[in-house]
């Protein structure tokens, strides 16, 4: 049986917008001065599988972390693979610690206030935005995209 409404049916379009309209890219670094003895657990781009999961998280000390190990995430932040970007390594991030840091390998995509932070996640792990990625990164052997031109994608 078939069941035909008589209430109007619009059809929502949103505005398309370039990334860096409606979020910020990497906000927070750790500073070089940060105490050597800190403890950080740490996400590389081998830890974030191409189903937006993060497994393995590294714990050290500041002095012993690897050198890009510098990026500071929050709750809602997005992180985006910016290197190998043919590995589809997207994540959101969801109650961090609060000494979680990623590698300089990822993007960190904060959604503005106009940004829905769960819309944002899903957008980001699109195989559209992603195909955007991998399409815009250069090189051939160890493909990347910058920050930068991640931001114009819309």
């Known amino acids: 049986m078939n069941f035909v409404s008589n209430?109007?049916?619009r059809t929502v379009r949103w505005p398309k917008?370039?990334?860096k309209h409606v979020a910020s890219i990497n906000d927070e670094v750790l500073?070089?001065?940060?105490?050597?003895?800190?403890?950080?657990e740490?996400?590389?781009?081998?830890?974030?599988s191409n189903k937006g999961r993060i497994a393995g998280i590294q714990r050290y000390s500041f002095e012993r972390a690897p050198?890009?190990?510098?990026?500071i995430v929050r709750d809602g932040d997005i992180i985006v693979s910016t290197v190998r970007t043919y590995l589809k390594a997207v994540a959101r991030i969801k109650d961090p610690p609060d000494n979680m840091i990623v590698s300089t390998g990822f993007a960190v995509v904060r959604p503005g206030q106009d940004l829905d932070h769960n819309f944002a996640s899903y957008a980001?792990?699109?195989?559209?935005?992603?195909?955007?990625?991998?399409?815009?990164?250069q090189g051939i052997s160890y493909p990347a995209i910058t920050s930068e031109?991640?931001?114009c994608i819309p």
């Open 17 to 19: 917008c370039r990334l």
């Open 124 to 137: 980001l792990q699109s195989e559209d935005f992603i195909e955007q990625v991998v399409a815009e990164s």
């Open 31 to 40: 500073s070089k001065t940060t105490d050597p003895d800190w403890e950080l």
């Open 149 to 151: 031109r991640l931001g």
């Open 7 to 9: 209430t109007l049916h």
């Open 67 to 71: 050198s890009r190990a510098r990026r």
């Open 42 to 48: 740490y996400v590389d781009i081998s830890n974030v």
